[in-house]
């Protein structure tokens, strides 16, 4: 530590923390499981993660045109890495499913684990979970929480150590109401009520949760001195927010890690089962494969083809759970240590999900590899892997790939 320039870093890096931790702490982030909605495109919402993917698929075929546009015998260093990585999946390819079955499995075991790892990758980009559009927020659009966004023109941002709000609309003395109105609900539909009866109650319910949601927004802006107690009306409470140059809602940013939504990873997953069916029915024919399924022959054999087709269904729920679980922990643990400390702290946390990413998409490309290829393979052991006649005998070793 006698190097003035160690020292030198040192203070530096600390003071960054001071200041990080103490003075430049953002509002608690807002975590949503469910993908934000940006618009409507017919019946369907259009939420954050379509966007997100639709990029993604972007990027990689702008990379893909970037990088294979002057391909050369001699590689330039864009054409190297791409060709280093193209052979090492296509030899993993080759030494799992056989050199036969690798043409066919090794166009969508890359696939799928490029459009994986750009995508994890792509989701640490500053901007994710950053930019995007401010949703007011008041008892029609309710919300739990919610931040004083400041407006500038056409652009609303938060300000430094700005805290977020939270809203209890069950803490309300107004959500008496709603409990008593759902007790009636519960009798009219047991005594058999009329469709016009329920309907009243329902309404008179809608009526009273909205008026439990005014009290919550209302007290809790109270709570933070927001608005002065004089104030007893949450119109009159926003108009006033309005007024200053600021306003009452969430964020909903732009761009979200599409594996965070579980439609994505699904999605995926049910792609890849879909191609390692196709491929077992066409490398076995369609009887022959069904009948890994439900099996006659004997009763053992009926029960163990009922376990694999259990077996089927877990693994896509086991390929998305696996993904879209690993992908939104490492989203929160991100979102929650760059509030708690904004320089320094995070950024090792964010080379732990660069490495996380590519792993991720890496195992799913995998799964989806062993998979099919034990869907090719028969049940008599019979050689589909590659020339294995004995399936307990190891694999061979890497077999050279020719270009």
Not at 86 to 92: E, K, Q, R, S
Not at 226 to 252: N, R
């Amino acid at each position: 530590m006698k190097n003035p320039r160690t020292i030198l870093i040192t203070v530096g890096a600390l003071v960054l923390l001071l200041v990080g931790f103490v003075f430049v702490r953002g509002p608690k982030p807002i975590i949503e499981i469910r993908a934000e909605k940006l618009a409507d495109i017919g019946p369907f919402p259009f939420v954050n993660t379509y966007l997100t993917s639709t990029v993604v698929v972007i990027v990689i075929s702008l990379l893909a045109i970037w990088m294979t546009r002057n391909l050369t015998l001699i590689p330039n260093k864009a054409q190297n890495l791409l060709e280093a990585i193209v052979d090492a999946m296509y030899t993993i390819c080759i030494n799992t499913a056989g050199p036969e079955n690798a043409k066919r499995f090794f166009p969508v075991v890359m696939t799928i684990f490029t459009f994986i790892w750009i995508a994890n990758w792509m989701a640490l980009l500053p901007f994710f979970n950053a930019i995007g559009g401010v949703q007011k927020v008041d008892a029609h659009h309710w919300h739990e929480e919610a931040v004083i966004f400041e407006s500038a023109g056409p652009l609303s941002f938060i300000n430094l150590n700005e805290k977020e709000l939270e809203f209890e609309e069950i803490e309300a003395p107004s959500w008496a109401d709603v409990e008593r109105l759902d007790e009636q609900i519960a009798e009219a539909e047991t005594a058999a009520a009329s469709a016009g009866e329920i309907r009243l109650l329902e309404e008179e319910r809608l009526v009273a949760e909205e008026h439990a949601r005014e009290e919550a927004i209302l007290e809790a802006l109270h709570k933070d001195k927001v608005v002065p107690e004089s104030v007893t009306s949450l119109d009159e409470a926003i108009q006033m927010i309005e007024a200053d140059g600021k306003e009452l809602g969430v964020l909903i940013p732009y761009f979200r890690s599409m594996n965070t939504d579980i439609n994505s990873p699904l999605s995926i997953a049910i792609m890849a089962m879909i191609f390692v069916e196709f491929w077992g029915i066409t490398a076995l024919g369609f009887f022959k494969y069904g009948a890994k399924f439900l099996n006659f022959s004997s009763p053992i054999n009926f029960i163990v083809g009922l376990l694999e087709l259990v077996a089927e269904v877990a693994r896509l729920i086991s390929f998305t759970f696996r993904l879209f679980g690993n992908m939104l922990a490492g989203e929160i643990l991100l979102l929650v240590m760059t509030f708690l400390a904004p320089f320094l702290v995070a950024l090792p946390f964010y080379g732990l999900e660069t490495f996380v990413g590519v792993i991720q998409a890496f195992v799913f490309a995998m799964l989806t590899l062993l998979f099919a290829s034990l869907a090719v393979s028969s049940h008599e052991g019979h050689d589909e892997l590659g020339g294995h006649d004995d399936p307990d005998r190891p694999l061979e070793g890497p077999v050279p790939v020719t270009h």
